[in-house]
Structures are given as structure tokens and as C-alpha cells.
């Protein structure tokens, strides 16, 4: 049998969640893994304690967590999604700006124009994500 998680082949094994583990591997994962019941992902959480704690009670990944934040704030006037990428309007001040302080014409599907020189990306939403996180603007 092959581990799932170092790939070494191993007589010792354990079955956990779909994936077969040796005996080194089955001793980290009761500690520091979890399955995300959202993707399936294999998840380490071995973050600082807070985040860590977070995502193994809700029994999910950093980037379904990522994407379940976003989600609560999907009515945020300052978030953009367009073609499935989401994108923050950040305040406009201070020397640090998204995409190095570039120039953005953003026309938002209710009508509204808006222009920014501070815009931040978060990522491609991934699919399962979209119904949740729908386009809601467009670049001119």
C-alpha cells in the first residue's frame, strides 16, 4: 500500500476519510488534519491556533473559509466580481494601494460607474463558489 500523504509504501496501514495512511502519517493526522466537508481537501491547519481551531470545528479548508468570508460580505458596495475573480475597492489612502495604485473603470451592473487607483484581488472564485459569489460588474 501507498501512503496517501508522504507516498511511501507501507504494511501498516489505516484507513481515514477515502485514504490510506502508514502508522507515521495516521499519528500527525489526528492531530493536525481534517477533510473539508465543502471541497474535500485534505486540509494540514497548522496555522497560528486561532485559525487553526476555526477550520478544524467547521471541518473546513483555508480556501473555503477564504471564499465563506467573502460570501458574508458579498453585499459590500466594495466588492467586485467580474468573470469569476473577485477584487476589494480598497479606501484610496495611504502609499500602499492594490495593483500598485494602478488606474481601474469599474461599471457595476446596477448602473453605477466607479474609478479606482486602489483595487485589491482575492482569486479566482472557484466554481462551486459562484452562485453564492455571482458577477456583479464589468471593466470599461
Known amino acids: 500500500m501507498i501512503c496517501s500523504l508522504c507516498k511511501k509504501r507501507t504494511n501498516a496501514t489505516f484507513y481515514v476519510n477515502g485514504r490510506d495512511l502508514c502508522k507515521e502519517c495516521y499519528a500527525v493526522w489526528k492531530e493536525d488534519y481534517h477533510v473539508c466537508k465543502i471541497c474535500g481537501k485534505l486540509e494540514p491547519a497548522t496555522y497560528v491556533t486561532e485559525v487553526k481551531e ?3 470545528k467547521e471541518q473546513i479548508c483555508f480556501e473555503c473559509w477564504h471564499w465563506l468570508c467573502l460570501i458574508k460580505r458579498a453585499n459590500d458596495p466594495r466588492s467586485v466580481r467580474i468573470k469569476h475573480h473577485h477584487y476589494w475597492i480598497g479606501n484610496g489612502k495611504g502609499s500602499f ?3 500598485g495604485g494602478r488606474h481601474f473603470k469599474i461599471k457595476i451592473f446596477n448602473g453605477k460607474i466607479i474609478e479606482t487607483n486602489d483595487l485589491w ?3 479566482e472564485i472557484p466554481e462551486r463558489f459562484w452562485e453564492e ?3 456583479n460588474a464589468e471593466f470599461i
Open 54 to 56: 476555526k477550520l478544524r
Open 121 to 123: 484581488y482575492q482569486g
Open 97 to 99: 494601494k492594490g495593483f
Open 133 to 135: 459569489l455571482p458577477d
